[in-house]
Every structure is written in C-alpha cells, then in structure tokens.
C-alpha cells in the first residue's frame, strides 16, 4: 500500500477568494534543455465548489534522480514517482493541497504554480533566479549578499524575503557587521512584531527583558546555530563581538523593514561582494522623530541599562550551552535555545527518519 503524502501550498489570490487556474509540470532531466511538458488545469464554468478536484499523471521519468516537490512559500520535500503515478490536486480557499503515492524506482521533477486568471501563463522570460527581492509574491531563489540591501553605519542590512514578497506574513533580514563596542541599536519594544535572531557566524550579544515591572533582564551570546525569540512587548537590544558577524532576523508579522527603507542609509553595492565594508563606521543618517518610530512600532526604551555580568554566554535564569533549553508556552515570553540544546523529535514520515528540533 502506497504512503500517502500530503503537502500544503501557499497561493496567491490578489482578493479573489478562488484560485482559478494552476499548473502541474514535468521537466526532463537533461540540464541542457528547456523542453518540458505540462498539464493547465482550470475549473468549470459555474457555481463555486468548496473543493476543486483534478487528476493528471506523471509521463517523464529521471533515472537516477529524486525530484524534488515544490510550491510558493513552502519549504522543499523530496519524493519518488512512478511513470503513471496519479497526481490528485485539490484546492480550497487560499490554499493548495497535492496528494500522492510514493513509490520506489523513477523520479520527476514537477512545481506546481498559482497564477492569477488575468496573468499570462508561466509569466513567460520570468526567471526563477533573481538579484532584486521581489515586489510580489512569487517563487524565487536568491543569492547570498544580493536583494534589497542598506548601509547603516557599519552594519549592512539585506532584506531576501519583505512584506510585499511574502504577502505581509514576515520578513527576512539578514545583518552582517564587524565587532562593535556599542549596541546595534537603542534598547525598543514592538508591540505587534514578534522577532527572531538567529546567529550564522561570528558571535552577537542579545538582552531581552518583559516590559513589566518584575521582569528579569536575560543576556546570551549566540554564536553559529544559537537562537533568541524576542516576543511582543519585550524590550531588546543587541551587539555584534566578532570581526565577522552574521545572523538572521525574521519578524511576524511582515512590515518592518519599513522602518529602515524610510530612515535608513544608502544601498550598499561591494565592488568585491564583501557582506559589510570593513573599515571604520561611516556617519548613521539622523534618528527619525519619535512618533515616525512609534507608527512603525518602534518603542524606544531609554532606561533600559544591558546588564554586563555575563559569565560563559549568559546572564539571567536558564541554561545556555550547558543543559536543557525550553521554548516558550506563550507569545509574550522571550526565550533562547542553544544549538543543539532545545527539544527534539524524531519523525519517520515517509519511512525516512529524521531529528526535528523546533524554534
């Protein structure tokens, strides 16, 4: 009996509350051809159903090869087809479901695309690879050191994933900078963003501490694979060690990154493809009055004084790289997780096993 696998795609509708047309590729497995096949699939004139249903069948087989499943705005899943495996499409309101049997032996590679009714098919001459974060939602692949990029002072912020590329789910920011002897930014509160730092290099000082009257102030040093969540109403600030510092900066919902696009520096462009320009800090553009930080839910906290008696990478209740880390139970506790110290769970969807350590 064939295992089912069940995968959910985002879609974009632009307000119709249907998806009208969607498209089921099979590609050849010759790297220097364009040749492919594909099936359009439209519905029915008439009244809207609650539930879509469209059946095609895999007619290319990729020896040797696994394909590899994917759909805009979910993450990659790699599965094997038999030729003539049934494909069974179903989708609903906002959302995409494709339901199939794995098999063992032969593979293709197939994507599956929403596209507006209005839209030209396949957005002919629409490459996949990019330089520009988009301004739409739609898949895409880009580089590292390229997409929207701004110099402010000595730190050079990238934004691969904005709200308009994501349709106001998040943002991606990604920050590269050289050792600092100050905070990166004045200690702040956001009231609707929820912010994740994940450290990719090099070493970043985070302070994170519940705008409350009893809250204790908390401090980790992340290095490569550390995370810190910074929930609503916490305030924060943070401040690279390392020559060559990167991490990762997602924020939920999507938005934020408007503040930096309205007050921020230049683009920054390397002539060598440097991740930030390492020489002393350039001037930072003036500070936007307070009610601009505040429309974009940037809550300056003044007072806030970083506590300094950190020992080992941490400050505060908890362990750090020398026991257990727990997530948090709620969205309004900040919390840290150590590489390879938070929970983990063992899944063997698929019949393939695999460690899942969630953040």
């Known amino acids: 009996m064939a295992t089912q696998l069940q995968m959910l795609f985002a879609v974009r509708t632009d307000g119709d509350p249907e998806v009208e047309r969607c498209r089921i590729y099979t590609e050849t497995s010759n790297p220097h051809s364009d040749k492919r ?28 090869r696994l394909p590899i499943m994917q759909g805009a705005g979910c993450q990659s899943s790699r599965v094997e087809l038999k030729i003539g495996t049934p494909v069974v499409l ?16 032969f593979g293709v590679l197939a994507s599956l695309l929403a596209i507006k009714p209005s839209a030209q098919p396949a957005r002919p001459g629409r490459n996949l690879y990019v330089t520009e974060t988009p301004d739409d939602l739609r898949l895409y692949v880009l580089a590292k050191n390229y997409g929207t990029s701004l110099l402010l ?48 290099r090099g070493r970043l000082q985070l302070w994170t501490q519940s705008n409350t009257s ?10 490569q694979g550390d995370f810190g969540a910074v929930a609503h109403n916490t305030i924060h600030t943070f401040q690279t060690l390392d020559p060559d510092t990167m991490f990762t900066v997602v924020i939920q919902p999507g938005g934020f990154e408007r503040l930096f696009l309205y007050g921020g520096g230049p683009e920054y462009d390397s002539p060598i493809g440097s991740a930030f320009l390492p020489a002393d800090a350039l001037p930072s553009s003036a500070t936007p009055p307070l009610e601009v930080l505040q429309s974009f839910d940037h809550w300056p906290m003044p007072d806030f004084i970083p506590r300094r008696d ?24 900040p919390f840290y997780i150590a590489k390879n110290w938070g929970p983990k769970y063992l899944n063997s969807e698929g019949g393939i096993y695999k460690i899942i350590a969630p953040l």
């Open 214 to 223: 009893d809250a204790e102030q908390n401090t980790r040093i992340l290095t």
């Open 153 to 200: 002072a000595n730190q050079v912020m990238r934004i691969p994933v904005s709200s308009n590329s994501s349709a106001g789910a998040f943002t991606i920011l990604q920050i590269s900078a050289p050792e600092s002897a100050a905070v990166g930014v004045e200690p702040h509160i956001h009231k609707r963003y929820y912010e994740n730092f994940y450290c990719s």
């Open 90 to 105: 179903y989708h609903q309101v906002h959302k995409l479901f494709l339901t199939m049997g794995l098999a063992a032996t």
């Open 310 to 333: 950190d020992t080992n990478g941490i400050a505060g209740s908890g362990n750090w790289h020398n026991g257990s880390n727990k997530l948090a139970s709620d969205a309004t506790t």
């Open 37 to 64: 096949q594909h099936h359009a699939i439209t519905p029915e004139p008439g009244p809207k159903p609650d539930r879509y249903e469209y059946e095609a069948k895999v007619v290319q087989k990729v020896p040797g």
